[in-house]
């Protein structure tokens, strides 16, 4: 079985900065992508940013520039630092991880969500 854990969220005042964490633990042979994902009320899950076993990274579009994804491999964990946070930022953001477990499967595990809220 695998869990993770998020870390980070809060309440912080617009042009301010947060650094999210997310941390996996359980059966894992190897993480591939490490992604956060976000969803506002009354508004579906969206994209936010990825970043690949090799260390490539994408990020959508609203969040380019202001957001830095990393990850430590060692520890199974993946940020997101958040800085010139706007008031649409305000969301739940989850982490999303596909782990390739001993048994060879990869499958997708979502993490429980933490709520950022950026006020103006």
Known sequence: QVQLVESGGGLVQAGGSLRLSCAASGSIFRINT???????????????AT??????????????????????NAKNTVYL???SLKPEDTA?????????????????????????????
Do not use: H, L
């Not at 991880?97 to 103006?120: D, E, H, K």
């Open 34 to 48: 490490m992604d956060w994902y976000r969803q506002a009320p009354g508004k579906q899950r969206e994209f936010v």
């Open 81 to 83: 630092q958040m800085d």
């Open 92 to 120: 739940v953001y989850y982490c999303n991880f596909a782990i390739i477990q001993a048994s060879g499967v990869m499958r997708t595990y979502w993490g429980q969500g933490t709520q950022v809220t950026v006020s103006s």
């Open 51 to 72: 970043i690949r076993g090799g260390g490539y990274t994408n990020y959508a579009n609203s969040v380019k520039d202001r957001f830095t994804i990393s990850r430590d």
